[in-house]
């Protein structure tokens, strides 16, 4: 098999191989922001560098690869998903830029979770993301928005505001902005500090109460009715609300 055919195979297949693959990355991804985060409070060594490099040309391969396979490669470099790979790519193999930029790579893990293949997958596994998948997408959304704008807050903050000196404190000013709180004992100074935390309070609110939408909603089943496709029913539903088409929703065996 030719390197781009396995390729290919590895991230658009629908064998076990090529989702086990999948959910291989969308594990890098998590493990690597976990360490994104925890070197922020260690002093910059060998290690941290040497695991950087790693990182980066892990990253580099898998940026690579698809770009080798994508039938439009200019266009897709250009994409924000992609550009953030770049991001982390330079930030993981260049010491003079630092590791801040790598914070971007959360951006993979959102494209992971929206791609087809993924949520097919995850929907055929796991009986319990598909009676919660909206839940799940909400609170991933928002946490990938905290970590994003965390990461901002540390970047351009850590070196001239003296209140925020690791990544506890500047989550610490995202969570207080964000739930509009406003203990006031970390602000951001500046233009920019000004606007970031414009931009945390709106989004950020707004993604917090889809959250708390989906959370309180009543308890439905996602089932498309065959006639008039209405989506979400009550999971003991026998007939469609709407039209009173027979459902046949699949029965879980969960109460």
Known sequence: MRLIDKLRFLYEGDTLEAHRFRYGLLVFDITTTVFIVASSFLPQSSLVQGVDVILGLIVLADFSARLTISP?????????????????????????????????????????????????????????????????????????????????????????????????DALYFTMAALTTTGFGDITLTGTLGHLISVVIMIFGVTLFLRLVQVLLRPDKVKHPCPVCALQRHDRDAVHCKACGTTLDIPDEGVI
Not at 127 to 155: D, H, K, P, Q
Request: proline share 3%; hydrophobic share 50%.
């Open 72 to 168: 439009t490669p200019w266009k897709d470099l250009v994409h924000p998903t992609t550009l953030a790979d770049v991001a982390a790519i330079v930030s993981f193999l260049a010491p003079i830029v630092g590791e801040g930029i790598g914070f971007l790579r959360i951006l993979r893990t959102v494209r992971l979770l929206h791609t087809y293949q993924l949520l097919a997958r995850l929907r055929a596994d796991s009986a319990f993301f598909r009676r919660n998948e909206e839940l799940i997408i909400a609170s991933v959304n928002l946490a990938v928005f905290i970590f994003i704008m965390t990461g901002f807050v540390y970047e351009t903050q850590h070196r001239a505001n003296d209140k925020i000196n690791n990544y506890v």
